[in-house]
């Protein structure tokens, strides 16, 4: 979904101020083969949190040789029972590989639909761009899956997050009657978010 490129490659410069849309290139003459290079995703990543899961993100600020080109990918690791929670890439489609143990992948429509399917090694689902969707580990063991991006930053909306862990907080008032609930459900999942 991003802009096509104008040049066969621009190695992001992140030291260099962004601009209008992406990153200024390094100078030609300082490009290597590693630039084109990251071994980021080979390492599993620590599961020790309250959602049993990890992302390692290979988006252009990690990879910066993804700049102009309009693609990424993450690692997502998942301890057994582990959820990714639901989550919006406001700039990109999400193409799920599951390449260990089975996963329940699910995504809303605009129009309330759910759509969902347990995934296992080998197997690819679409998650159109902008939606809703989550992960979560279904099988005995561990899970492992790649996530391929049409976007060199496809962006992250965390809902349970940004919904009840934002600074500041959204008044509770606001999210008790956003979800019908009594404002001391809001203040126990604020409470689980550090608000
Ligand atoms: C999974 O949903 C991911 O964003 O990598
Ligand atoms: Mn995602």
């Known amino acids: 979904a991003d802009p096509d490129p ?25 490009v ?23 992302v390692t993100a290979a988006n252009v600020l990690a990879f910066p040789g993804l700049n102009t ?3 990424s990918m993450n690692r997502v690791d998942f301890a057994p ?32 639909v759910y759509h ?13 761009r902008g939606l809703v969707h989550f992960q979560k580990n279904v099988g005995k063991g561990k899970a492992l899956s790649f996530t391929a991006f049409d976007s060199q930053l496809p962006g992250v909306v965390i809902l349970p997050l940004t919904l009840f862990g934002s600074t500041p907080p959204i008044p509770n008032d606001v999210l008790a009657k956003g979800f019908q609930v ?14």
């Open 6 to 30: 104008l040049q066969d490659f621009c190695i992001a410069d992140l030291e260099a101020q962004p601009s209008i849309n992406g990153f200024p290139c390094k100078p030609a003459s300082n």
């Open 69 to 71: 080109l309009g693609l």
């Open 116 to 128: 969902s399917k347990v995934v296992t090694a080998g197997e690819i689902f679409v998650i159109p």
């Open 182 to 195: 009594d404002e001391d459900v809001v203040k126990a999942i604020k409470s689980k978010f550090g608000n």
């Open 81 to 112: 029972g582990a959820v990714n929670p639901p989550h919006i890439h406001p700039r990109s489609t999400e193409l799920v590989l599951v390449v260990q143990g089975k996963l329940l992948v699910g995504f809303l429509t605009a129009g309330f």
């Open 32 to 54: 290597t083969s590693d630039d084109f290079f990251f071994d980021g995703l080979s390492k599993e990543g620590s599961t020790g949190n309250i959602f049993g899961s990890n």
